[in-house]
């Protein structure tokens, strides 16, 4: 099987391609050639830029039996798409999202039955703008397609949020507030990048998967918040000093924090992978909480001398913690 992933070098992306090569799969790459982390020497590289036209084109001059597309994040990305590999490629994956689901949402369980529908983050419209382009092609006979929505999923960079999982590390390991919304009992579901790509790869060249979406996270499992960033601190060394504050009050501070919180991880939610389950075979994940989050600090502990925190940021937050801190006092 001829695989070509978009991609191929990120946070979920890289866990995919190495498991493709241990199933004997031929796999290329199609990015910039930045990465911290080598692919195995039997990937096969092909260097370029998406926003070059030529060298994205050329793509679609191969035949691919499948496509796996992580790097689409707007509309004109999956038309580009569609026009280079119609007739090109036995099968189009699509990385979505599942945040891509209806907020607020209506159960705690989520099912791929869940409508889309996300009024709180462009980034989540975006992808469900992409999906009915999307299903538009396949219906057409333009492309087969496959969606795969991930939720949180991890391998190199801890929980973010309204910042980055570098910034709260910092923060842990300077002393300073970490924010966590509502009271952090909130429950939420993280995915280990290596336990998603075992499930991943069973979908490719699966005809069962063509016409279909699913998402891929840990089954039926999820964590508190609270629960979350003390795993973080036991990963890094240092206890976090957590500041509940209620998330309609941080998307005061900042209305743009309201894409990631009320699009996405202020709710609790838990995810039924079933469906998947039924294509591509059972599974469980192998790595726990504490498991991810050690694996996530030995790469913070890489590029931790060249962290470099944001003034206005740092101070945004320490604003932030020191008033809602006070309150009540």
Not at 165 to 188: F, Y
Not at 253 to 263: H, S, V
Request: charged share 25%; glycine share 8%.
């Amino acid at each position: 099987m001829k695989v070509l992933y978009i991609g191929g070098t990120g946070e979920i992306s890289y866990q995919c391609a190495l498991r493709d090569v241990e199933l004997g799969r031929e796999v290329a790459v199609f990015n910039r050639a930045r990465r911290g982390e080598p692919l195995p020497p039997n990937v096969r590289q092909i260097t370029g830029d998406l926003n070059d036209q030529a060298a994205y084109a050329a793509l679609g001059r191969e035949d691919w039996d499948v496509v796996c597309q992580f790097l689409a994040f707007e509309l004109p990305r999956a038309r580009a798409d569609a026009d280079i590999f119609a007739g090109r490629c036995g099968q189009y994956v699509f990385i979505s999202s599942t945040s891509a689901y209806r907020k607020p949402p209506q159960g705690y369980v989520i099912t791929e039955d869940v409508g889309l529908g996300n009024r709180y983050w462009p980034y989540s419209q975006a992808k469900a703008d992409m999906e009915s382009y999307l299903w538009a092609q396949h219906a057409s006979g333009r492309l087969a397609v496959t969606i795969v929505r991930p939720s949180h999923t991890l391998r190199s960079r801890f929980p973010g949020g309204i910042t980055t999982g570098d910034d709260w590390a910092w923060r842990m390991l300077n002393d300073k507030p970490v924010i966590v919304q509502g009271d952090g009992s909130s429950l939420w579901t993280l995915t280990h990048s290596a336990d998603f790509a075992a499930v991943f790869c069973n979908l490719l060249g699966n005809p069962a998967a063509i016409g279909e979406a699913f998402h891929i996270t840990r089954h039926m499992e999820a964590f508190t918040w609270d629960d979350i960033f003390r795993a973080v601190g036991r990963a890094v060394g240092k206890a976090p000093r957590i500041v509940h504050v209620p998330t309609d009050t941080l998307v005061r501070y900042r209305a743009d924090w309201a894409g990631p919180l009320l699009g996405d991880k202020a709710w609790s939610v838990m995810f039924d992978n079933s469906k998947v389950m039924r294509v591509a075979g059972k599974f469980t994940c192998r790595f726990g909480l504490e498991e991810t989050m050690e694996m996530a600090a030995e790469h913070w502990r890489k590029r931790a001398d060249g962290y470099r925190d944001d003034p206005a940021r740092t101070a945004l937050l320490d604003r932030i913690a020191a008033e809602q801190s006070a309150l009540g006092a």
